[in-house]
Structures are given as C-alpha cells and as structure tokens.
C-alpha cells in the first residue's frame, strides 16, 4: 500500500516487485515476438531484453540477487523440461561420440584462449584463467532453441546434451586445477581426483538406475498421495533434490536439474508435462534476459580490450565450433556442424571461472570483463547461428510423443 | 560449483537456492499431504510448514527477501487464479451485500482492538493502531480453500471476494489515518479525499469496463502475436501491469492480480488456466509457507503479552466473523457464518499497519509481536473453520465450465 500516485516511487515497498517483474518478463515477450517476426528464435528476445534493460543501453534494471534466483529457477526449470523429453537409454547410446566430442571441444577452446592472451602480452595466470573460462558449455540455450523447433529427439540433439553433461565434469576439473593454480599452491591432485570420481560416480549413477529407481518408486508414492497434483509436487521436490545433489558432488544445479527430469522421462504424465511447462513459462525470460543484464558493454571504450575481447569471441566460437564438430566429424558435416554450434554458449560457467580468477587477483577487471562478454556474446550468436544450421529439419516427434502435447 | 562432499555449506553459491526450494516447497507438500490425511485443508499444511521451519520451532530458514519475493509471487497468481474463475458482473451482482459486509467488518474489529488495548491500560494511539491492525481481510487463504473445494461459484464466495476487494480500499484508508496520527499531525482530509478517490475509482473503472476492454483488444493482439504461449505471455503481463497500477493507485498489488484475472475471466483458453495453475502450483507454496515464517512464538514468554495476545486473537476472529456475518445476516444463519469465517483471515495487510506503528514508534516491540501473531493466526485458523462452515457443500461448477479442465 503506497501513497496515492507515487508514479515514480518504483522502490516504495510492494511496487519495486510488479515492475521488475513486468519490466522483464514484458520486455523479454515483446522482443521474443520482435525476434519471431524475423525469422529468428524467441529465444534471442529475452537475451536482447537483458541486454536493453541492462548497463548496456537504458539501465533501468541492476541485476540483484532477486533476479539472478529467478534466472536459477527459470534455468533449473529450463532443464528440468529438457530431461523430461529424452530417454536416459538415448543418451547411452550416443555416449561414446559425445565422449568424444565434449573432450575435443574442450581441450581446443583452452588452447585457443590461453595462445591468444599469451600472444597480447598477458601473464601466463591470466592466459590459463582466459582458456579455462572458454571450456564449459552452457546447454540452456541450445536445448531452448531445440525444443522450440521441435528437433530434441533429432540425433544431433541428443549428442550435444549428453556431450555438454560430460562437458560440465570436465569443466569442473578444469575449475579445480586453476582455483588450485589462483591460489599459488600445486595441483592437489588426490582432491581433484576425489572431485572426478564423486561428480562422474553421481552422473553415471543417475543415468543407469535414474529411470528405473523411478519407475519402481514412483508409481508407489502416488498411490499413496492424496494431495492435488501430487505427481507435480513430487516431481519438483525431486528436480530440486537433485540440483542440490549435483551441487554437492561438484557438478552444476542444472545438470541435476536435467537429470532428474531425464529419470521422470518415461514415468511423467501429460499434466505433469504441462505444469512444468506452465512453471517454465513464467521463469525462463528471466534465465534469459539475466544474461544480457550481466553484460556491460561500457568496458570496450579501450581499444586494446576491444580488439582482445573480439579476437577473444571469435576464438571461442570457432575452437568449440570446430572442436566439437570435429569429434562428431562420423556424422558428416551437417551434424557435425549443428552439433559443433550447439556447443558453442558458454553462458554461466564461463563467468563462475572468470570471478574465481578475478577474486582470487588471478586476472586483471578487463580480463574479467572480456571473458563475461564472451559468455554473453557466445549465448547469444548462438540461437541465429542454430537456426541456421538447423533450418532445413522439420520437428521430430518423440517415440512415445502424446498428441495433445505436440498440439 | 561446489567442493566435492561440502554437505554442510549450505550457503555455498549455487548450493543455497536448491535448499531453501526444496525445504520450503517439499516441506509444505509434505505437510499439505499430512493434512489432507488428518480431514483438513491442504493449505493448512503449507502454513504449518512456515511454522516449522522457521524461528518458532526449527530456526532453519530465516524470512529473507528472495522468500518475500516469491511469496508475494504466489500469492499474485493465487489472486490471479481466482479472478480467471469469476466475472465482473457476479461480483457486481453482490455489490450492495458485499459493501455492508465489509463496513460492518470493518468497524466492529476496530472497536475491539481499541477497547482491548485501553482496557490493558496501553496508550491511545497504541489502542488506535491495534484496532486499525485488525481492520483489512487477506482474501488468499479463503480464496485458496474454496477453490480447492471447487466452490469459487458459490455465492457466498462472491460475496467473500467483492467484500474483500471493498475491505482492502477501506483498510488502505484506515491506514492514511493512523499513519498520520503516528507521525504526530493532524489528519489530512484531503490527501485521504484523494487517496479515496483515486483507489475506488481504479477498482470501479476495471470491475464496469475491465472485461469488455479486454474482449475487444486481446483477440486482436494475439491475432497479431505469433510468439509460442502468446496467451500466458498477454495475460502475465497484463497481471504485472495490474498489480503495479493497483499499488501506484494504493491498493494492494493482489487486488490489481485479482482484477486482472477477473478482466481475463471470459476470453481466458483452458490452456492459459493450466499454464497459469502451473506458474501457481510451484509458486503459492512460498506464500503460505511465509506466513508461518514470520512468527515467532518466542514472543509470549511474558504472562501479559501471552493473555493480550490470545484476548486480541479471539476478538479478532468473533469481531470479523460477527460484524461480515451481521451485514450478511439477510442470508441466512449458514451463509452468514460462512461469510464471516472468510473474512477472518488478516494476513499481510494487519503486518503492513503494524509495521508502520513500530517504524512511528506509535506501537510498542510487545503490540507488534502480538499484530503481527494474529494476523498469522487468523490466517492459519481459517481454513478448518471454513471447511466446517463448508462441509455439506459439493462442488459447484462455474456456468462455462470446461470438462477438461474440472477433470
């Protein structure tokens, strides 16, 4: 209850929330529907949402901690959703290509990053933070893209997501090595081999018996339940067991949160589908336009940044392009080239790395701020260059697809 | 990205979010199912669980504003919800009764409050705001129960709703007073002319037009639209925009999601309820689980405050559920109750008010404490008292209801 027209008072108690809420998730439709009618993904709205709203351009929106719990949510949901729609069995089956491809588009990205910094000049710590910060893909905004064009049951799909899972516990390592490295002492090697086999222990666990724990509990727990939507509010006691899981065996939340929708793949009804998907609706444009809101462009005034932090992009598109593609290389080039630029966002791994460098005085602020950017700016090439790739494929329709979902 | 095995850092980045997700949400389920178990509301469950976990008993989850903000959330796309289920011209149907139910409700918790306080020898403007604590209704749980009951068509809901929407432009002006009485001037007539004004005449303007502006505009903006979800995305912003127009004119933000709903109930799709029930069904458990939250009954250590505070509660749940079930007593001994039961929840606005008095230093630590422990009370009473007065009622399903969706 706010004094009568105190139009301008957006920080009054109980106004601040509606009209960041409408600021976001208003700006993030209104430009998805912009982006639709050219020719591109929704997806790259809510992304330019950020952006508009951010530090960028207009600096209306500070990105707090509000915001970037509702961005976790909209992620968690985000993959959640994904989870729901691919079979764990699908993805074993793809398991050796993306082994492959995830160690490729790794170890390229590192070497590209770290030649690049070392050629400007830079310190050997800085170089080593800049090359691990272009290592991890983030999958959000691909299996985004995917999903909206109905291609998460295409082949391409399924490698690249099993592939960024894979991705993610070698970014883990990754972290461990240079967090060991900031902080000046050696390369704890036992803990870090510790962190392999808890993280790769928790993932290949979920994924053999993930399914069939489920299908055997599940069933058991809902007859008992008397609660409305029961299976929905077990579901996503479940989801958020198991980012917290994953966050306690050193992967990231949301490849718990992916792996646990992929374990409710063949047991989740079509309400539940729906439900979830109603929850994502509400969250997702803020996962998407928080990333925009993280990016300043206000830092490339120096020139010397500027022309690092493109050379900087254009590596991390290309080295993961080419090095994810190159491990998908069997496929011919098509896949390989769809698969590459699937893996091409880094969006928020990248950044974790670069504030573990910058906390730490491992790397200098327009180090930070050029591996931030090419977080931001890798996430947001992505959903063109996807479309691209994939515009020649009409939507798969999953094994077991239920008509009205499709509808 | 958490060190390996930290099962204890629970307020390690990334880790924090899952937790309190899971405790609140898999909390109140749990407790919901307990509930539904033991013959009472679910929502009873999710109220119990705020009480749980926080400094009442286990002292595991402070009240912080990321809890605030999705509680205030829930309770948005709870009001929301429930004006998707009613029209305009129901509630304008109901206007007279509605209007003496919430004067009658209005006045006589007043005058309890104020002559309970005087009577324990506490000073006249403490009295005052004690009695202007117990003034506004919090609609959310009532509307919550009867939903879940399936008796949002129910006349006496109608009535329950038009009188709470009447109550919070009431309890807003009841607040211009005491405010000014706390700072110490004379009261501004004026200023409260204009707070009048401006709020009755929002409510007015979107009950009479609301509905038939959003008939001829929507369609053709999602004509227009070919965003995925276009609906949700219209109508959520649209609930955003409300909200913030409701608080900016100095009703309560869930009076303006009410509104919305209410604006969207005849155009709304069964895809967009689902959605919209979706966003909610993840959502509303903060809300309810917040109310619990923040109470602590550590409070009532003292004889005095204890015997205040169970006098105060009993006043305000006999002077609510007496003086809305005089102004509805033409229906009726049954209805008169179930009226009157509905209106006794007190929730945020009775905080609100008691907030301002200690911010004034108009109140005393103690008569905050005791506000603040009836406002959750009445909250969390409620529901078995509304599904007693309600039991011999079955569902009553709304004129267009959509099979598919009462399914």
Same mark, same amino acid.
């Given at each position: 209850?706010?004094?009568?027209?105190?139009?301008?008072?957006?920080?009054?108690?109980?106004?601040?929330?509606?009209?960041?809420?409408?600021?976001?998730?208003?700006?993030?439709?209104?430009?998805?529907?912009?982006?639709?009618?050219?020719?591109?993904?929704?997806?790259?709205?809510?992304?330019?949402?950020?952006?508009?709203?951010?530090?960028?351009?207009?600096?209306?929106?500070?990105?707090?901690?509000?915001?970037?719990?509702?961005?976790?949510?909209?992620?968690?949901?985000?993959?959640?959703?994904?989870?729901?729609?691919?079979?764990?069995?699908?993805?074993?089956?793809?398991?050796?290509?993306?082994?492959?491809?995830?160690?490729?588009?790794?170890?390229?990205?590192?070497?590209?990053?770290?030649?690049?910094?070392?050629?400007?000049?830079?310190?050997?710590?800085?170089?080593?933070?800049?090359?691990?910060?272009?290592?991890?893909?983030?999958?959000?905004?691909?299996?985004?893209?995917?999903?909206?064009?109905?291609?998460?049951?295409?082949?391409?799909?399924?490698?690249?997501?099993?592939?960024?899972?894979?991705?993610?516990?070698?970014?883990?390592?990754?972290?461990?090595?240079?967090?060991?490295? !900031?902080? +000046?002492? $050696?390369?704890?090697? #036992? &803990?870090?081999?510790?962190? *392999?086999?808890?993280?790769? =222990?928790? /993932?290949?666990?979920?994924?053999?018996?993930?399914?069939?724990?489920?299908?055997?509990?599940?069933?058991?727990?809902?007859?008992?339940?008397?609660?409305?939507?029961?299976?929905?509010?077990?579901?996503?006691?479940?989801?958020?067991?198991?980012?917290?899981?994953?966050?306690?065996?050193?992967?990231?939340?949301?490849?718990?949160?992916?792996?646990?929708?992929?374990?409710?793949?063949?047991?989740?009804?079509?309400?539940?589908?729906?439900?979830?998907?109603?929850?994502?609706?509400?969250?997702?444009?803020?996962?998407?336009?928080?990333?925009?809101?993280?990016?300043?462009?206000?830092?490339?005034?120096?020139?010397?940044?500027?022309?690092?932090?493109?050379?900087?992009?254009?590596?991390?598109?290309?080295?993961?392009?080419? !090095?994810? +593609?190159? $491990?998908?290389?069997? #496929? &011919?080039?098509?896949?390989? *080239?769809?698969?590459?630029? =699937?893996? /091409?966002?880094?969006?928020?791994?990248?950044?974790?790395?670069?504030?573990?460098?910058?906390?730490?005085?491992?790397?200098?602020?327009?180090?930070?701020?050029?591996?931030?950017?090419?977080?931001?700016?890798?996430?947001?090439?992505?959903?063109?260059?996807?479309?691209?790739?994939?515009?020649?494929?009409?939507?798969?329709?999953?094994?077991?697809?239920?008509?009205?979902?499709?509808?």
């Amino acid at each position: 209850m706010t004094p009568p027209l105190a139009f301008l008072a957006a920080s009054a108690e109980g106004v601040n929330l509606p009209l960041q809420m409408l600021l976001v998730f208003g700006t993030a439709k209104l430009l998805a529907e912009v982006s639709e009618r050219l020719r591109m993904p929704g997806i790259v709205g809510g992304l330019l949402a950020g952006i508009l709203l951010g530090p960028s351009v207009l600096n209306w929106i500070a990105y707090n901690d509000l915001l970037h719990a509702l961005a976790e949510l909209g992620v968690m949901f985000l993959l959640f959703q994904v989870g729901l729609e691919v079979k764990a069995s699908e993805l074993l089956n793809v398991g050796k290509t993306a082994l492959i491809v995830a160690i490729v588009g790794v170890v390229l990205p590192f070497l590209f990053g770290w030649v690049i910094l070392v050629a400007a000049r830079h310190g050997q710590l800085e170089a080593i933070f800049m090359g691990a910060a272009m290592v991890a893909t983030s999958v959000g905004i691909t299996a985004q893209v995917l999903s909206a064009k109905g291609l998460l049951s295409h082949h391409t799909a399924k490698i690249i997501l099993a592939a960024a899972v894979i991705d993610d516990v070698l970014g883990l390592l990754v972290l461990a090595v240079v967090s060991s490295m !900031g902080e +000046g002492r $050696g390369i704890d090697f #036992l &803990g870090i081999l510790t962190t *392999a086999l808890v993280s790769i =222990g928790f /993932v290949m666990a979920v994924v053999r018996y993930g399914t069939k724990t489920v299908n055997i509990v599940l069933p058991k727990i809902l007859t008992q339940f008397k609660v409305q939507e029961a299976e929905f509010a077990v579901a996503v006691s479940f989801l958020f067991v198991m980012a917290l899981l994953a966050s306690y065996s050193g992967v990231a939340a949301i490849v718990g949160a992916f792996l646990a929708g992929m374990a409710l793949a063949e047991s989740a009804s079509p309400r539940l589908h729906t439900l979830v998907h109603g929850s994502g609706e509400l969250m997702i444009p803020f996962f998407l336009a928080s990333i925009g809101l993280q990016m300043d462009l206000g830092v490339f005034r120096s020139g010397h940044t500027l022309a690092l932090g493109i050379a900087v992009l254009i590596a991390a598109i290309l080295s993961k392009g080419v !090095g994810c +593609g190159l $491990g998908a290389w069997n #496929l &011919g080039f098509k896949d390989a *080239a769809r698969i590459g630029l =699937g893996m /091409v966002p880094r969006g928020e791994v990248g950044m974790v790395i670069a504030q573990v460098g910058l906390s730490k005085g491992s790397i200098s602020q327009d180090a930070y701020a050029i591996a931030v950017f090419m977080s931001v700016a890798t996430t947001i090439l992505a959903p063109p260059l996807l479309n691209l790739a994939y515009r020649d494929l009409s939507p798969v329709p999953a094994d077991d697809a239920d008509p009205e979902e499709i509808a």
